[in-house]
């Protein structure tokens, strides 16, 4: 039988136990089905050989040796990964396309005597959903923007908020990246599985409530915030926060430990900088950077690089501020105060 899901929301509420990819690592790497586990039925060199014997001797040949890997994995995938699960475990296969790969292996399940099914059209299907979700189709949702300049903590607001009910998207989360110069935090997803991550959060919320989303540029690192997103968020008004520049400056000294600390990293990524701040004020950062000032150096940052570029952004934006609230410090129990304040201001958007 073939699942075939008409919507996105339905695919995720699927009601099946397991949710099994059965392409390549690779292929998986990139993006997949959210919760769904990797068992492949061709590996990524298994796959790529198969390719070349379909494409240089003949699509009979590829099937007869596709079809010898492919049931040799999917036994060793039943006497290892599947030993456990009993008669009435329920599983959902797919593979690119929904063809032979994950055909082959539900055939198999179902021959053991479990109740699996394929999603009618593989990823493809899924990747198509997400596609009309974030590419084609206006969101449904009220976002609202949280603005404030650098250093003003309005990434670990998000958590203070969603503690107390207010709908959030930590979109620097979902992309691995604090959106910023300084912001990297390792590798960051491929651009489809931050767009799965991103709607799959987006299926979560209630239309009817306003949604609070981080302000960002139209890019996260090297992510592009998908377009149905980004036109809400155009669109959105804004909450911003401000906190005085000390206050900034120790909360930035904590949360850019990482690459403050990693001297090589940092100057590298204030090299390019020397094009828009010129050449001297790059030099004096690396010699602050040099000398272990972290807090002078943070404190320029902010000064000369970010709050200008902060105010530039907002001058020509010119969004709709809704709320604007001020705190003196930036300690859990100053945002503990902030968060009560911002879910006030957006209560209001309810009534």
């Known amino acids: 039988m073939a699942f075939t899901p008409s919507n996105l929301p339905d695919l995720l509420d699927h009601g099946f136990d397991t949710v099994i990819d059965v392409r390549s690592p690779a292929e998986y790497a990139e993006d997949h089905v959210p919760g769904a586990i990797n068992l492949p039925v061709l590996d990524d060199d298994e796959r790529a050989r198969v390719g070349t014997i379909y494409k240089q001797v003949s699509p009979f040949d590829a099937r007869k040796i596709g079809a010898a890997l492919v049931f040799r994995n999917a036994a060793h995938h039943v006497e290892t990964a599947l030993s456990h699960h009993d008669g009435a475990w329920r599983p959902l296969v797919y593979c690119w396309r929904g063809g032979q790969r994950s055909g082959s292996f539900a055939w198999l399940l179902a021959e053991i005597g479990w109740r699996s099914e394929v999603i009618r059209g593989g990823y493809k299907t899924y990747r198509r959903l997400v596609a009309d979700m974030l590419h084609r189709e206006a969101l449904p949702f009220r976002f609202v923007q949280l603005g404030g300049y650098t250093g003003t903590a309005k990434t670990e607001l998000l958590p203070y908020l969603a503690q107390r009910g207010v709908q959030v998207i930590d979109l620097e989360g979902l992309a691995n990246h604090r959106g910023s110069l300084l912001g990297s935090m390792g590798g960051q997803p491929a651009q489809k599985g931050f767009e799965s991550a991103v709607a799959r959060q987006l299926c979560r919320l209630d239309p009817a409530r306003p949604v609070l989303v981080e302000a960002e540029s139209s890019k996260i690192g090297d992510l592009l915030i998908p377009p149905s997103l980004w036109q809400g968020m155009k669109k959105a008004p804004w909450i911003e926060v401000s906190a005085p520049i000390v206050a900034r400056t120790e909360y930035l000294v904590r949360a850019y430990d990482d690459i403050l600390s990693d001297s090589a990293a940092l100057h590298a990524k204030l090299a390019p900088l020397k094009a828009h701040r010129g050449e001297a004020l790059v030099a004096q950062w690396?010699?602050?950077?040099?000398?272990?000032?972290?807090?002078?150096?943070?404190?320029?940052?902010?000064?000369?690089?970010?709050?200008?570029?902060?105010?530039?952004?907002?001058?020509?934006?010119?969004?709709?501020?809704?709320?604007?609230?001020?705190?003196?410090?930036?300690?859990?129990?100053?945002?503990?105060?902030?968060?009560?304040?911002?879910?006030?201001?957006?209560?209001?958007?309810?009534?």
């Open 286 to 351: 690396i010699a602050l950077s040099a000398a272990g000032d972290m807090r002078a150096l943070t404190r320029s940052l902010m000064e000369d690089h970010y709050d200008p570029a902060y105010a530039k952004s907002m001058k020509a934006m010119s969004p709709k501020v809704i709320g604007r609230v001020e705190t003196e410090g930036l300690s859990p129990g100053d945002l503990e105060t902030v968060a009560a304040e911002i879910e006030a201001a957006l209560q209001l958007m309810e009534t």
